[in-house]
């Protein structure tokens, strides 16, 4: 049965992430495509990670495996002292919702909901606050994306940049010790792009561990750190 970790994988060389050897294969008609090949990876607490590649690299494969919502073919991954490669689907779902905050690259925002009941919904299902709370820890993270004026609207009333900045406040909402990010700037224009980027800076100035997956060689430069990937494997590394 899962259990909320305490971190003491992590805490044995100040990781929050560690991946080992981490593999993932998949069948094929012919011949079988491997989308990620023995990864190793520590991520601290508190950094801002760039993960950087062309398409087909491997990075959506490895938000996959980080997250909990594939399961690797072989390998190791530890989330916050959490063993993820061994859990069920319906503990990483629970696990999920308490330790990992995902953005997308769509936003994945329900129409019919405000602003405001999109940033409330993790906090629904997790059954941990009262609606007062919730209401009220969810316009506070409006307020730190700064859209917390749009928060009667329905997403298709505000723009793309404003309709990311509530994914990033929906993603904080049970207060995760980590985000991670898959191309969330991918539909985004330069300017655009930028503000949101200060909003992860901001985040992982406060504690937060921000793990972000680009295509996008131009904001590399944002992360503390910056891991490149192409054909599943680990070509380069930056501080």
């Known amino acids: 049965m899962w259990k909320r970790g305490n971190g003491t994988e992590a805490a044995q060389n100040g990781a929050i992430i560690k991946l080992r050897q981490l593999t993932k294969r998949y069948?094929?008609?012919?011949?079988?495509?491997?989308a990620l090949k023995r990864i190793d990876m520590d991520v601290r607490a508190g950094e801002f990670l760039v993960v950087t590649g062309k398409s087909g690299a491997g990075k959506t494969t490895l938000v996959n495996m980080l997250t909990g919502l594939d399961r690797a073919t072989s390998g190791e991954v530890w989330v916050n002292g959490q063993p993820?490669?061994?859990?069920?689907a319906g503990q990483?779902?629970?696990w999920r919702g308490e330790t990992v905050g995902v953005v997308f690259q769509s936003f994945e925002l329900l129409p019919s909901?405000?602003?405001l009941h999109n940033v409330m919904l993790p906090m629904d299902f997790a059954h941990k606050l009262s609606i007062?709370?919730?209401?009220?820890?969810?316009?506070?993270?409006?307020?730190?994306?700064?859209?917390?004026?749009?928060?009667?609207?329905?997403?298709?009333?505000?723009?793309?940049?404003?309709?990311?900045r509530v994914g990033i406040a929906r993603a904080m909402a049970n207060d995760p010790p980590i985000l991670v990010a898959d191309e969330p700037t991918g539909s985004l224009d330069s300017a655009t792009t930028d503000a949101?980027?200060?909003?992860?800076?901001?985040?992982?100035?406060?504690?937060?561990?921000?793990?972000?997956?680009?295509?996008?060689?131009?904001?590399?430069?944002?992360g503390t750190r910056t891991i490149t990937l192409a054909d599943g494997e680990i070509i380069g590394s930056r501080e």
């Open 92 to 94: 990483a779902a629970r």
């Open 113 to 115: 909901l405000t602003v």
């Open 132 to 164: 007062r709370e919730r209401r009220e820890r969810a316009m506070h993270l409006l307020e730190q994306v700064e859209i917390a004026d749009h928060a009667q609207k329905r997403p298709g009333e505000v723009s793309g940049g404003q309709r990311q």
């Open 196 to 222: 949101v980027l200060d909003v992860f800076e901001r985040l992982a100035g406060q504690g937060k561990t921000v793990f972000l997956v680009t295509h996008d060689a131009d904001i590399v430069e944002r």
């Open 84 to 88: 993820v490669h061994r859990l069920s």
């Open 27 to 34: 069948e094929g008609v012919g011949d079988d495509v491997v």
